[in-house]
C-alpha cells in the first residue's frame, strides 16, 4: 500500500513492490495475480486504514459535522508522520499512461463512490430538516470531496498540517444554513 501510494500505479516496480512485502516475484503473482491485482488489494486497505475517516464522519449527527470530519479526516490522513503525504486515491494515477489505465480507472470509481456516499448522507440531512429544503446535496458533496482533494494535491506538495486544518476550517465556514 505505502509503494502505490508514495509512487503511483505506474512508478511502483515490480522490485520496489516484492521488497516492500518482503516476497519474491513467483510469491507476490501466486497470492495476487498481477499488478493490477496487487493495486486492488492495497487500495482496499488503504481505504479501510488511512481513509477510513469517510466511513466515521458519515455517522455524524449533522451534515456540517459530517463535512467537518471528513474534512479534518483528510487533513490527518494526508499528513501523517512516517506515511506519504497525499492521498493513494487521488493521486495513484493521475499521470497514469495507458498501461495504468485500469488503476486510473479504479480510483475514478472509488472517488465517485465517496462522492455518492456524502451525497446520499447529506440527502438524509435534506429530509431530516437538517438541511434547507433547497440544498443540493450532490452539489454539496461534489465541494466537500474536492476541497479534500485540494488538501491531498497540497499535502503531497509539502504544506504542512495546521495550514492545511485552516483551509478545511475555512471551507466549512462557507456551510448552508439550515
Not at 100 to 105: C, E, K, L, N
Request: net charge negative.
Amino acid at each position: 500500500m505505502l509503494v502505490f501510494w508514495e509512487q503511483g500505479y505506474e512508478g511502483a516496480s515490480l522490485t520496489d513492490l516484492t521488497e516492500a512485502m518482503g516476497i519474491n516475484r513467483t510469491s507476490m503473482y501466486a497470492a495476487f495475480g498481477n499488478k493490477e491485482q496487487l493495486f486492488h488489494a492495497a487500495l482496499q486497505r488503504y481505504i479501510d486504514g488511512p481513509a477510513s475517516y469517510l466511513t466515521r464522519a458519515l455517522n455524524e449527527p449533522t451534515a456540517r459535522q459530517v463535512a467537518e470530519a471528513f474534512l479534518t479526516g483528510s487533513v490527518h490522513a494526508t499528513t501523517r508522520p512516517g506515511e506519504p503525504h497525499g492521498c493513494l486515491a487521488v493521486q495513484g494515477s493521475l499521470a497514469a499512461g495507458d498501461s495504468g489505465r485500469a488503476a486510473r480507472d479504479v480510483l475514478a470509481s472509488c472517488r465517485e463512490q465517496s462522492w455518492a456516499l456524502l451525497r446520499d448522507r447529506f440527502a438524509r440531512s435534506v429530509d431530516e430538516g437538517d438541511l434547507a429544503p433547497d440544498a443540493d446535496p450532490g452539489l454539496l458533496a461534489r465541494f466537500i470531496l474536492t476541497v479534500s482533494n485540494g488538501i491531498a494535491v497540497q499535502a503531497a506538495s509539502g504544506v504542512g498540517r495546521d495550514e492545511l486544518q485552516r483551509v478545511a476550517d475555512g471551507a466549512t465556514r462557507q456551510w448552508p444554513p439550515v
